[in-house]
C-alpha cells in the first residue's frame, strides 16, 4: 500500500505543473470610445487638412475684397496665399504619409469654391464676360450629375488626372492676371494679355478634363459590376 502512495507521489512529482494561460486583457468600452475618437481626430486634425480649411475661409474674405472696397492688390495677395497652399498641403501629405479621406474631399472642394468665387466677383465686376462665368461653373455641375452613376459601382468620386490639375493651375494663375489688368498702363495691358492667354488654355483643359471624366465613367460602368 505504501509502495503504492509511493509511486503516485513520483509521478506527481514528475509531471510538470500546467501553467494557465493569463487571460488576454479586453479593452472596456470605456477605453475604446476615446481612442477611436482620438483616431477620427489625429485624422482631421492634420497640417494638409488644415491648410486646406484655410484656403476655404479665404473664399468670402476674396468675394469681399473683389466687390465691396475693390482692393484689386490685396484679392491677388489671398488668391497668391490660395495657390500657395494648395502646393503645400498636398506636397507635406505626400512627403509625410497624413493624406487622408477628408483631405482627399477638401482640396478639390477649395479649388472648386475659388474658381466660382473669382467668376462671381470678376463677372460681376465686368472683367470677364458673363458666358465665360457660366460655362466653367455648367463643367462641375455635369461632374456632379455624373456622381448617382458612380455609387452605383462603390465609388464616390473618380481620381484627379494631371489634365485637371493643370487646367485648375491655369485658371487660377489667369484670375490674378486679368484682376491685375483691370486698369490702365503697360502692367495692366501685360496682365491682361497674359490672363486671357492662360484664360483660353484654362478653360480648354477644363472641360477637355471633365469629358476625359465622363469617359473614365463610361468605362468603369461597362468593366465593374453594380454595386448591391
Same mark, same amino acid.
Request: glycine share 8%.
Given at each position: 500500500?505504501?509502495?503504492?502512495?509511493?509511486?503516485?507521489?513520483?509521478?506527481?512529482?514528475?509531471?510538470?505543473?500546467?501553467?494557465?494561460?493569463?487571460?488576454?486583457?479586453?479593452?472596456?468600452?470605456?477605453?475604446?470610445?476615446?481612442?477611436?475618437?482620438?483616431?477620427?481626430?489625429?485624422?482631421?486634425?492634420?497640417?494638409?487638412?488644415?491648410?486646406?480649411?484655410? &484656403?476655404?475661409?479665404?473664399?468670402?474674405?476674396?468675394?469681399?475684397?473683389?466687390?465691396?472696397?475693390?482692393?484689386?492688390?490685396?484679392?491677388?495677395?489671398?488668391?497668391?496665399?490660395?495657390?500657395?497652399?494648395?502646393?503645400?498641403?498636398?506636397?507635406?501629405?505626400?512627403?509625410?504619409?497624413?493624406?487622408?479621406?477628408?483631405?482627399?474631399?477638401?482640396?478639390?472642394?477649395?479649388?472648386?469654391?475659388?474658381?466660382?468665387?473669382?467668376?462671381?466677383?470678376?463677372?460681376?465686376?465686368?472683367?470677364?464676360?458673363?458666358?465665360?462665368?457660366?460655362?466653367?461653373?455648367?463643367?462641375?455641375?455635369?461632374?456632379?450629375?455624373?456622381?448617382?452613376?458612380?455609387?452605383?459601382?462603390?465609388?464616390?468620386?473618380?481620381?484627379?488626372?494631371?489634365?485637371?490639375?493643370?487646367?485648375?493651375?491655369?485658371?487660377?494663375?489667369?484670375?490674378?492676371?486679368?484682376?491685375?489688368?483691370?486698369?490702365?498702363?503697360?502692367?495692366?495691358?501685360?496682365?491682361?494679355?497674359?490672363?486671357?492667354?492662360?484664360?483660353?488654355?484654362?478653360?480648354?483643359?477644363?472641360?477637355?478634363?471633365?469629358?476625359?471624366?465622363?469617359?473614365?465613367?463610361?468605362?468603369?460602368?461597362?468593366?465593374?459590376? &453594380?454595386?448591391?
Amino acid at each position: 500500500m505504501r509502495r503504492n502512495e509511493g509511486e503516485s507521489e513520483t509521478v506527481a512529482s514528475a509531471t510538470p505543473p500546467v501553467s494557465a494561460t493569463p487571460p488576454v486583457p479586453s479593452t472596456p468600452a470605456s477605453e475604446a470610445a476615446p481612442q477611436a475618437k482620438a483616431s477620427v481626430r489625429s485624422e482631421w486634425f492634420t497640417v494638409p487638412n488644415l491648410l486646406s480649411a484655410i &484656403r476655404i475661409l479665404l473664399v468670402p474674405v476674396f468675394l469681399w475684397l473683389v466687390l465691396v472696397p475693390e482692393e484689386d492688390l490685396m484679392a491677388i495677395g489671398v488668391l497668391v496665399v490660395s495657390g500657395i497652399t494648395d502646393y503645400l498641403d498636398g506636397k507635406i501629405a505626400r512627403a509625410t504619409g497624413t493624406t487622408t479621406r477628408l483631405g482627399a474631399i477638401l482640396d478639390p472642394v477649395a479649388d472648386r469654391l475659388y474658381i466660382l468665387a473669382v467668376v462671381v466677383g470678376l463677372g460681376l465686376r465686368g472683367i470677364i464676360p458673363w458666358w465665360l462665368a457660366v460655362i466653367l461653373p455648367m463643367r462641375d455641375v455635369l461632374l456632379f450629375s455624373l456622381v448617382p452613376f458612380l455609387r452605383t459601382r462603390g465609388f464616390s468620386a473618380l481620381p484627379v488626372h494631371f489634365l485637371g490639375k493643370a487646367a485648375t493651375a491655369g485658371l487660377l494663375y489667369a484670375f490674378p492676371l486679368l484682376l491685375l489688368g483691370d486698369g490702365d498702363g503697360a502692367v495692366a495691358n501685360l496682365a491682361r494679355v497674359f490672363g486671357w492667354a492662360f484664360t483660353i488654355w484654362g478653360v480648354g483643359l477644363y472641360w477637355w478634363a471633365g469629358i476625359l471624366y465622363a469617359f473614365q465613367l463610361r468605362r468603369l460602368l461597362a468593366t465593374t459590376p &453594380r454595386v448591391r
